[in-house]
């Protein structure tokens, strides 16, 4: 059975620093994209930052700059160091993998096969 198990959520002022991670188990992914995604109270779903097979790194343009995905084959794991936070940054942040080993800066929830429970992040002003 594949578990995603998300870690690294808390809460931290506005301009601080998270870092997320992302455990996989019950099969290997490194020939595998995964993926952050992030939901806010009230809104859809939306797409943060992806990691191909490969390593090649997609992000959406709310966090260009200021997030970095990162992955470990050998421990399983994927990676999102979070740095500037601001409050509206605020979600809860899942993790996700895919059985395609491709990714793009347009990706969606629909193309992602596996999902994590998801970890809250909430930045204060």
């Known amino acids: 059975q594949v578990q995603l198990a998300e870690s690294g959520g808390g809460l931290v002022q506005a301009g601080g620093s998270l870092r997320l991670s992302c455990v996989a188990s019950g099969r290997t992914f490194s020939n595998n994209a995964m993926a952050w995604f992030r939901q806010a109270p009230g809104k859809e779903r939306e797409f943060v930052a992806a990691i191909s097979w490969g390593g090649s790194t997609y992000y959406a343009d709310s966090v260009k700059g200021r997030f970095t995905i990162s992955r470990d084959n050998a421990k399983n794991t994927v990676y999102l160091q979070m740095n500037s936070l601001e409050p509206e940054d605020t979600a809860v942040y899942y993790c996700?993998?895919?059985?395609?080993?491709?990714?793009?800066?347009?990706?969606?929830?629909?193309?992602?096969?596996?999902w994590g429970q998801g970890t809250q992040v909430t930045v204060s002003s």
């Open positions: 996700a993998a895919r059985n395609a080993g491709h990714a793009s800066a347009t990706a969606t929830t629909r193309e992602f096969d596996y």
